[in-house]
């Protein structure tokens, strides 16, 4: 069977990247023109602001994306897949001292950025978000996560719009608790787009860090942000700083946009959840025109 636009992997591709491929080329996914990958940071109770997105790659340079992401964490001796918080004292890969780590992130931070179209990442601040979503009303129904979800969305969605050679985008979340909210938000916002005729939203699916290395680099992507907003990049994190702006890499712009959510922001959808009247057609005076592509 042939997928039109995704080409074939060679026959010396990786086995987990044969399967990846058909895995990606499934009915869901085939009409994107770009899969944006999905985590989160900060989105427990305790913390300050939560911060959720990832990175967004065309069909063309995912899988070398791929190999590259293991190419580089063997080269480093670091055993995939890895995750933010597994660099805490006492966590699995602590042993790494400040000049490991910093080597390590300088290389993974160049393949993303090489590799990626953009980045995008949304921010809220969690006490504006309960004084909107008061838990005795949405605990366990909406969280500030698919809250975040559905600007990443937004945005993509105003993206896709500006710019008429792309198709639609489609959505890989990494499995959690929220699973069921970030569908609710999915499906929202299809419905939003319904009523407006603009059908930029692709499919949504759910997957692990395991099988899928570009949610590892969501990850990365969000923890990133969160920590540039409540301390500073020390002791070998230095490099995740450049996940966080534009920046210039040896083969494209690696183009990141970050949006902090206002407190009115997140008081209208909260508005707009709870009587389940239409997401709003523009936000504000937003202009992405000309920002995510060359």
Known sequence: MKFPDYGHPSDDCPEGLLDLWWHLASRATLLASLSCYIDDSGTDYDSKISVIGGPLFPR???FAFEYEWDRKLALHRVAPP???????????LSYLNAQERRALFHDLVKVINDHKQYSITTEIENQEFREHFPGEKYKGLFGPAPLAFFWCMMLNHLAVR???SLKQIAYVVSQSSENGQMME???F???HESQIKEFYTGAISFD???AVNALQAADMIAWANRRKRVN????GFEPLELLTRYVKSSKRSGIHFHYPISAKSTKALGGIVAEGI???KKIGNLDLTGLFFR
């Open 60 to 62: 063309k340079s995912f």
């Open 162 to 164: 500006d710019h008429p």
């Open 278 to 280: 239409p997401a709003p």
């Open 82 to 92: 890895i995750h933010m918080k597994e660099f805490a004292p006492r966590a699995r």
């Open 208 to 210: 692990t860090p395991v």
């Open 232 to 235: 500073k990049f020390v002791d």
């Open 185 to 187: 938000s999915h499906r």
């Open 189 to 191: 916002f299809r419905e």
